[in-house]
């Protein structure tokens, strides 16, 4: 018994030989140091295949090539990252990307398995009736004779061009069925300074707007106390220029408290914080359906037009800009925008100054399979749509593939694509007054995600001010 139990104990303590535990200790960094070796080889023999073979031969001339890398690397490092690394939500989507990150290390799935418009439909209907029922947002009262009245009543016409979404949102919100005089029925607090009227106001205009917001804030919290309950947290504003990331940077709390209703949603910049704030769709007004929509032949492989106003633009002009079936314009169009979208298998996105521009919603609204080319884009009404369903999402290294990439598209999920295209295009249109699930709807239930479980009551004596 004894020899058994001080055999136990010699095991029990690990009494290993010097050189076998300095052995042991290296193995795992051996292991780390073949593996990254083994990777590393692989990755450089798949570059190489792909800009090597002449079976798959998708470059004429390596220098021009090396120069639109040169373009896409900034000069900052500020926006280094931003611009050359993946992101797991830019993944690219097609087989033919086989060199890129992401597909080496099976981040990203098969695209054609991702059917479905909405990431849980049944779950969705039946949160949005109860979003429908019961969600309750106040208002915070402005009068007619406010001195800036036009910053914060709705408008009183039909808003139009490309920052309409953020007045449509408050004019229908202000007639909608959420709204409640009764602070403590609120789930939320709609703070109505429009970004877009401020911007072109002259007393205030771009560098007085964050003096404006402070001085808002300041009001509210004084003359309210709601504000104060919870610094902020169950307020929104909404944005839909980009000038609107910056509007809180005067008062801190509200910066990284209030939820922001913007269509700028990178979630790159520090100014956004995703599943806080809600990205919302920008959107040219438009009613009814396009011409032609049904019967519309699309001979184009895929449409741009824009300005190079960023190296994405610059790299996609670089490379395709004299090509036949990707047409990238970037001067005026000899005919209208509705005809390339009508003609179009493919709409391209890519981004600009900023991440967002209205393209997505045109190519949706003419059945125009998008292609996001915008890195950090945090889409819009995410939380709801599969958006790996009915577009196709490019990396910006992959611009000198592009056009592989869309041809490895089969007709079959090309019409998936299309079809699905079409089924969400109900999502990004705005209406007056709304229809169910509309751009508004849809907006509201963003908003009703992020609403908090606790409602905080005010006491009878606050409730008197």
């Not at 990238?328 to 509705?338: E, H, K, M, V, W």
Request: some cysteine; glycine content about 4%.
């Amino acid at each position: 018994m004894g020899k058994s139990s001080s055999f136990c104990y010699q095991i029990s303590q690990h009494r290993f030989s010097t050189s076998f535990g300095g052995s042991f200790f290296f193995l795992p960094l051996s292991l780390a140091i073949s593996t990254f070796l083994l990777i590393f080889i692989y990755v450089y023999c798949t570059t190489s295949k792909v800009f090597t073979t002449s079976e798959n031969n998708l470059y004429q001339d390596s220098s021009s090539i090396s120069s639109v890398i040169q373009q896409m690397i900034p000069f900052s490092l500020e926006n280094a990252a931003e611009e050359l690394f993946f992101s797991p939500r830019s993944a690219p989507l097609s087989n033919a990307n086989q060199w890129s990150m992401g597909n080496l290390f099976g981040l990203y799935g098969n695209y054609v398995n991702n059917t479905e418009v909405y990431h849980d439909r049944d779950l969705f209907l039946e949160d949005y009736k109860e979003m429908n029922r019961s969600l309750k947002i106040y208002v915070y009262p402005h009068s007619k004779d406010d001195p800036f009245a036009n910053v914060l009543l709705p408008v009183d016409y039909d808003p139009n061009g490309h920052y309409a979404s953020e007045l449509y949102l408050k004019k229908v919100l202000l007639k909608s069925h959420f709204i409640t005089k009764n602070p403590n029925e609120a789930d939320l607090f709609f703070m109505p300074f429009s970004i877009v009227e401020m911007r072109h106001d002259p007393r205030i205009g771009p560098e007085g707007m964050q003096d404006f917001i402070k001085d808002y804030i300041y009001n509210i919290s004084h003359k309210y106390p709601y504000w104060n309950r919870t610094d902020g947290a169950d307020h929104f504003y909404v944005a839909c220029h980009s000038i609107g990331r910056f509007a809180m940077d005067k008062v801190f709390a509200a910066k990284f408290n209030v939820i922001q209703v913007v269509c700028s949603s990178s979630y790159f910049v520090a100014g956004y914080i995703p599943h806080k704030d809600a990205s919302m769709p920008q959107i040219w007004p438009r009613q009814g359906d396009p011409p032609n929509l049904a019967s519309s032949k699309r001979k184009q492989l895929a449409f741009f037009a824009g300005t190079i106003n960023s190296p994405a633009r610059l790299a996609l002009l670089k490379v395709w800009g004299n090509d036949t079936d990707v047409f990238a314009n970037f001067g005026r169009l000899r005919t209208s925008d509705a005809d390339h979208l009508l003609g179009s298998k493919f709409c391209l996105h890519v981004k600009g100054f900023e991440v967002n521009t209205a393209r997505v919603a045109d190519a949706i609204y003419y059945g125009c399979v998008p292609v996001i080319l915008a890195n950090h884009y945090d889409l819009p009404l995410t939380d709801i749509l599969n958006w790996e369903s009915f577009s196709v999402v490019v990396h910006y290294m992959d611009i000198p593939v592009l056009k592989n990439i869309l041809q490895r598209i089969s007709l079959e999920e090309y019409s998936l694509l299309q079809s699905n295209t079409l089924k969400v295009r109900k999502h990004f249109q705005w209406n007056d007054p709304p229809i169910d699930y509309d751009a508004f709807y849809m907006t509201m239930y963003e908003l009703w995600l992020r609403r908090s479980s606790v409602r905080v009551r005010l006491s009878s004596s606050m409730e008197q001010m």
